[in-house]
């Protein structure tokens, strides 16, 4: 029963993800929370793991590389808390109501999130002076 539960919610996160690669969002990061659940089951998984980790960090490293970018993401993140608010009270927007407006909204909060964390990141490795 663990094995197909870890399935489900590993397959999941992954499809989401891959939506997310083109829709708002952190895609390569939940793709790369998907795999990471299903090799905990699956251990042919796990050499997928690496490269997305890779792929996944570098891209948060870009976001947070210089001022410019740093603010478009903050932006960015701001735009989509915004779009959720009125998805959840417009009525003649497409697919209109809370429940793409929450996610819309919870898709903000996770890129300001993601935006902190990467440069929180960034900053402690430039000062230590390593890199992945």
């Known amino acids: 029963m663990?094995?197909?539960?870890?399935?489900?919610?590993?397959?999941?996160?992954?499809?989401?993800?891959?939506?997310?690669l083109v829709?708002?969002?952190p895609g390569l990061l939940i793709v790369l929370a998907g795999l990471l659940v299903?090799?905990?089951?699956?251990p042919a998984v796990d050499r997928y793991v690496v490269?997305?980790?890779?792929?996944?960090?570098?891209?948060?490293?870009?976001?947070?590389?210089?001022?410019?970018?740093?603010a478009a993401s903050i932006a960015g993140g701001l735009w989509l808390i915004g779009a959720g608010v009125a998805w959840g009270l417009v009525d003649w927007l497409p697919f209109a109501g809370w429940s793409a407006g929450t996610?819309?909204?919870?898709?903000?909060?996770i890129v300001l999130g993601l935006v902190v964390w990467s440069y929180r990141r960034t900053r402690t490795r430039q000062r230590a002076g390593t890199h992945d």
């Open 38 to 42: 299903l090799a905990t089951e699956f």
């Open 51 to 70: 490269p997305v980790r890779r792929r996944a960090l570098r891209a948060a490293d870009d976001s947070v590389s210089s001022p410019l970018r740093i």
């Open 23 to 25: 829709l708002p969002g």
């Open 2 to 20: 663990k094995r197909v539960i870890v399935a489900v919610v590993g397959v999941v996160l992954v499809a989401v993800g891959v939506l997310l």
């Open 103 to 109: 996610s819309l909204i919870l898709s903000g909060f």
